[in-house]
């Protein structure tokens, strides 16, 4: 088979497509013919290299997938040769308290394919079967391959971390990216209202039509002071935030009394310098989220498969042009999520 293979850390030339031997499904495992591929931030992570963390390598990227079960193992069961299906894009122990809680992106044992393990930037992978999620009938294969991490991940920290209600004001930063574009719909699903920031007026105008309600350009606006205007100085409920140093300290300043900020990364860089005053003048809460559990994941496929909530492509590209795709990555020149195929 062909897959994405990365050696060293590194610019988009350390990206290769190699040819490797075809995988063999173990007894509790099930082999997918990949389809789609979606690109994540957490790729350009595992080919760039984090300072601090050691990343598996050789690996094979790629931690959201979509195809068709081509061989099952001989303990498995509840998925069958022909199905189609989606990756559960982490996996667990499934033996610890975290994980018996329910709360399996807690397990000490947590991992996601294409950053523990080889993932699915391939035409072939063998996964868990507990792993191994239906499509809905509604959704294709390009569609499946676009929200699982970013969905869940924008689930997690706005519904089970923020607690977000009816009538709370949101700001969701870079709201083009794929988490982004997540949280907009979850937060406008929640009955929230959703202000969001973003680098151009296209995306500003695309974040609209996915129920934004108020727009902000940080480049050529303070996002703050465009805040206290829309919130009439008030502030907002919640910030949701994954870009990092270049906005932090201003998120917190964007908070409402009670306020909470929610972070899930730091692509600008992870250093922070803010007055810590306001965090108990106002009673303020920092929450860092990771993931999310299986079963918000299975909440989010059900409210996909009804059309409630719906997976944004920006584009479609062949696997052999994954360097094209991770740079526009890099230059933020997207909205959304780009599939690859095999």
Request: proline share 5%; charged share 20%; glycine share 10%.
């Amino acid at each position: 088979m062909q897959a994405v293979r990365i050696h060293e850390h590194g610019d988009v030339d350390v990206l290769q497509i190699e040819q490797l031997p075809d995988p063999q499904p173990r007894a509790h495992e099930v082999l997918i013919r990949v389809k789609a591929i979606g690109l994540n931030h957490l790729d350009t992570w595992v080919r760039r290299g984090v300072e601090g963390h050691q990343f598996p390598l050789p690996i094979t990227p790629g931690c959201d997938f979509s195809g068709v079960v081509e061989a099952v193992g001989e303990v498995v069961q509840g998925v069958a040769v022909g199905d189609r299906v989606l990756a559960a894009p982490g996996f667990a122990c499934g033996r610890c308290q975290a994980c018996a809680q329910g709360a399996d992106n807690l397990c000490r044992h947590y991992g996601i394919f294409g950053e523990t393990c080889d993932g699915g930037c391939a035409e072939l992978i063998a996964i868990p079967a507990v792993n191994a999620l239906p499509i809905p009938a509604a959704l294709d294969f390009e569609q499946a391959a676009a929200f699982p991490l970013t969905f869940l991940t924008a689930w997690h920290m706005l519904v089970a971390r923020c607690e977000v209600r009816p009538g709370d004001d949101v700001l969701i930063h870079a709201a083009g990216s794929g988490v982004g574009s997540a949280a907009v719909q979850i937060a406008r699903l929640f009955g929230a209202r959703v202000i969001v920031t973003a680098s151009t007026p296209a995306k500003l105008d695309a974040a609209r039509a996915h129920g934004a309600h108020e727009t902000i350009n940080y480049e050529e606006e303070d996002f703050v002071k465009a805040v206290k205007g829309f919130t009439d100085r008030r502030g907002v409920d919640i910030v949701f935030e994954h870009v990092g140093e270049k906005t932090f300290a201003g998120s917190l300043r964007c908070l409402a009394k009670g306020g909470r900020v929610v972070t899930c990364g730091a692509t600008t860089g992870p250093k922070l310098e803010a007055d810590l005053r306001p965090l108990f003048f106002k009673s303020l809460s920092i929450l860092g989220s990771t993931m999310g559990s299986r079963g918000e994941l299975l909440q989010i496929l059900e409210l996909m498969g009804r059309g409630q909530l719906e997976p944004v492509i920006d584009r479609v590209l062949p696997m052999s042009a994954v360097r094209e795709a991770h740079a526009a990555m890099g230059n933020r020149e997207l909205f959304g999520k780009i599939i690859l195929t095999p």
